[in-house]
């Protein structure tokens, strides 16, 4: 077998065609992520009550020593091949109308499948452990789908560099997605 | 094991309390055994709060007195906090202790530190560790989950700070975090520090050079676990509310000024604003981007914080404004809000806007021009050595411009081979490398630490003689003697004490800082900063060694201290004046127990005892020991040319000592004192060693002379001359 090869995050429109509404980090020059985490710390408290980093559907790549980080999250890509990888899905894994595919975790059987298949690096889906009652459920981004106010991460970003292609595409302000280098 | 659901935390038998944001242990990791067991925080909590007030208990009743910094008996201990990892703002840093080689004498200090570490750790399972033992091999210690390991560092021994991390990265995975030292705290310099992630460092103390005694080169942790907060709608409004995050984007900036207003120059530079750790809500650190690596071609970023701005360029002292210290609520802006050039606009309906905006003018002393080069290179010598800046920055370049100025170097070379130019990139980067390596007899002795080394030197030449450089703005440029050596109490440089580097504040001020730091160990003042509402400047400015609204400020602020090194928030944070209950709201969110701002403070009063009584026990503080380490910074002029007296200095000590409790005539507690704070044992103990004092039948009030200030005789023999 060759080395997988993973995919570069959609920028363009034409990119973005493959794309359903997905998270996005915004350029530097419109506003520099602090790496305060609060996208991944939101994200747990909203899902599960609590944080950790495997209970995030977001994450945030620490530069250690650039100090410049670059968020991970799903980019909800159109020929989901974390869905199609699924031996549950339509159950453990579901897509709804706008594209967005999203973990039922009463049906996951926790085979990290999914995970594997992400055609990204690093993977967007987390695997939430639990040692002691040896569960082990998918964690993905579902842009929180059942939540009023949206997604979280974008709603408590201290300085609103996240946002959503849909809306990046078109953005106030010249913002546009970020070009960081990875460390 | 970590905690993976909210029925791990509650379930735990130990947790009778129910308590939410604690992860319920703390691993006690002995390097000379390579044993490993575990403390039950449940124990201790929610009467030690957690943080800072945990580590006196512990160090209470574990380093016993007679322990040296460098023996194998003394304890590094390090903990987060209840709100670490919950997401409530600030709740990311973290405190440690240990006794501290840099501090003169050798005492028990902490400090505390931002980074990724903490919550790390918080997710590993662990309220925090202690270390204790000495390895005979360099060895690193791997902390994942419920795994510790010990594991040999030979091959990241020798390396600088930077370099450490990105190895550990390599071979564990970009998910560790790391604290580590550099090559400092490997030689035993006492001022060594130890870092973590967005340069921030535990710098106060010396506490790297006690990791390089016990031959830990570093920690580093991975957790796969949770961390619970009990209220997460009221964590929602803190983060909203605790001082306002503007909740806006926040550019890069491409700038063409540096430095504080009046010191600026024109370079082209750019800047960024991060946070240093997990869950806060602002971005008070400024990235310093692309700037010259004192090690690599290649550009480096850098985090720089207020003591590294002087090293661009002294000529002047920082400007103050009133309010800075003594803030309007309608003009109140907590000091993150001031760094991260995230302030509101000025509310001009404020009656006293004009009388809290005033800025004292700063002295000037001419002793570096700007330049950001050497500024950045400087920076990067300290962040990639592991070295305290504030030492760097504000002791030994001011010492060696105002020596050079005073031809104390006419003769020397202090071992660099080149002439003494503080001015010179090359003279300072020698000058550094050879402390830190321990290089030659200066570098042997400045690696002993500035108080140290002056010391070895000649005490009376070397620190005391006369800088005719300094002027005051404040007095239309009359000259103001100062001592070369900016040595402010304990070992450590000057700061807020009304003379030296951040000097230009009203006497007020300078009394408090100078209390502030009498009864700590270290520079209390990056932790532990004055504040005081306006509303009680006047009666202040009017009588300060007897303002009771200065006493009673001066406490808020000690306790203020304790409790944010504890619920853990920050000091850029906390306290706001304004919301004295913002911080047992934190500590309610964290763990959904109902303690009071009122039970908070009493928890600070049983803490600060607790430190006290360690100093007491373990070092022989007394009054005497204590009014003579900053008797000197007080016998300099302040900007007005005015200094203390003696016998209104002793009458406020001892309002300061009766507000806690304290005997006058030793300074040590009396026995009601800590029963009233639940600390009956300590007042035991206390009794058994014969410090526990009786009161006197009449007040005490025997001042005697004040000690004998060479730099105040050097001006007398000038002035008569």
Redesign the interface.
Known sequence: MGEKTYAAEPRTPEELAGYANHIVQ?S???????????C???C??SH????????SRIKV??G?????HRIAACQQCADHPCYEACPKKGEAMKIDEKGIVYIDEDFCIGCGLCAKNCKFQPTRIAMK?????KEWKAVKCDLCRDNPEGPQCVK?C????LGLSEESVFAP?G?KPAELDAE | MPNYKISDILENPSNTQKLYGYSGKIARINLTTREVSYLDTYQYVPKYVGGRMLIHRIFWDEVPAGTGAFDEGNKFIYMNGPTTGTGIPAGGRSAACAIGPSVLPEQFTFGNIGGWFATELKYAGYDGFIIEGKSEEHVYIKIEDDKIEILPADDLWGMRVHQTQAALEEKHGHDFKSMVIGPAGENLVRIASITTSNDCALAKGGFGAVWGSKGLKAVTVHGTGMVAPADIETLKRLRLTMNNPSMTPSPILHLDRLGVPGGEFEVKYDRGNVACSPGCNQRCNALLMNGVSAFEDEPVNHIEKCVSASTFGYQADIPAPVGMFWPTKQNYCAPCKLLGRDFPAPDFSDPDFEAQGKVILPDTYDLWKPDYERGTIVNDLCNEYGIDKWEIDVWLQTWLGMGKKEHLFDDTDLGTGLEVDVENTDFIRTFIDNMVYRKGKYGDLFAEGMARAIRALGYDKYSETVYHGRHSQMLDGQRLDIPVSLEGGWGQSVHWQGRGYEGSVEKPTWLAACIIRMLSTRDANTVEHFHSEFEHHAEAMADPYHSPNLIRAIINVQNNAEIKDSVMSCEWQSPNPWWPTMEAEMYQAATGYEMTAEELHEAACRSKLLMRAILIRNHGRCRKMEIEQVWRVMSIPDSWGEVADWQQWNEMVDLVYEARGWDLETGWPYRETYEKYGLKDVADEMERLGLLPTRPAERWHDYGEAPYVQFVENCKQEQAV
């Open positions: 915004y530097p020059e419109y506003s520099l992520c602090t790496g305060c985490e609060t991944m710390i939101l747990g408290l599960e009550g609590f944080t950790g980093p495997g209970n790549e620490l250690t020593r650039s100090m410049l452990k639990d040692k002691v009652h408590w201290p300085v609103r560099c302000d913002a």
